[in-house]
T-cell receptor
Framework: GAVVSQHPSRVICKSGTSVKIECRSL??????MFWYRQFPKKSLMLMAT?????????EQGVEKDKFLINHASLTLSTLTVTSAHPEDSSFYIC???????????FGEGSWLTVV | QKEVEQDPGPLSVPEGAIVSLNCTYS??????FMWYRQYSRKGPELLMY????GNKEDGRFTAQVDKSSKYISLFIRDSQPSDSATYLC????????????FGTGTSLTVIP
């Protein structure tokens, strides 16, 4: 069964609104979670690392005010796309390392369409 | 030089063929190696992981690590159309604050 759960799997929002995507670790605590963006037929692009108890670490070129990340608890990280525009439409995926060994598990992904 | 190199393909094989997917890496400190399968419009799914050099088998899948050559492989025996997906390799140095390095993925199509 799923180890990391992501919600919603699909969301459509109007341009200018904000949308929140949740990522949960289901049977383990995750002090770190990762957020990715993926365009069709392209590889995963790491956006940011979500850290419980501290600020997220953003990759170069990712707007932190646009993509708000909150590691709300040891099992939940959220990505909020603020003032969404059509160019923000994409597939967003989270992952978390699960102990022992810190094997990375991915969520099912969230399709965001901004109209 | 990228930390992890993976041929993006695409790779097309007939059903029943043996598939070999490969990644090379530059950091000799990598100790932990993972393979993922990603179907279109889905999140990547963990297939196998291994810590050590040598082979690890799980059903039709075999993961092989050659640390001396900095080379890892995933073999798929008796390939099926349902194996058509993108395969990602990933690796890390243990106990380094969760730093993981991914290949770009190889697109595989198994033709019935």
């Amino acid at each position: 069964g799923a180890v990391v759960s992501q919600h919603p799997s699909r969301v459509i929002c109007k341009s200018g609104t904000s949308v929140k995507i949740e990522c949960r670790s289901l049977d383990f605590q995750a002090t770190t979670m990762f957020w990715y963006r993926q365009f069709p037929k392209k590889s995963l692009m790491l956006m940011a690392t979500s850290n419980e108890g501290s600020k997220a670490t953003y990759e170069q070129g990712v707007e932190k005010d646009k993509f708000l990340i909150n590691h709300a608890s040891l099992t939940l990280s959220t990505l909020t796309v603020t003032s969404a525009h059509p160019e923000d439409s994409s597939f967003y995926i989270c992952s978390a390392p699960r102990p022992p060994g810190n094997t990375i598990y991915f969520g099912e992904g969230s399709w965001l369409t901004v109209v | 030089q990228k930390e992890v190199e993976q041929d993006p393909g695409p790779l097309s094989v007939p059903e029943g063929a043996i598939v070999s997917l490969n990644c090379t890496y530059s950091n000799s400190a990598f100790q932990y190696f993972m393979w993922y399968r990603q179907y279109s419009r889905k999140g990547p799914e963990l297939l196998m992981y291994t810590y050590s050099s040598g082979n690890k088998e799980d059903g039709r899948f075999t993961a092989q690590v050659d640390k001396s050559s900095k080379y890892i492989s995933l073999f798929i025996r008796d390939s099926q159309p349902s194996d058509s997906a993108t395969y990602l390799c990933a690796m890390s140095v243990l106990n380094t604050g969760n730093q993981f390095y991914f290949g770009t993925g190889t697109s595989l199509t198994v033709i019935p």
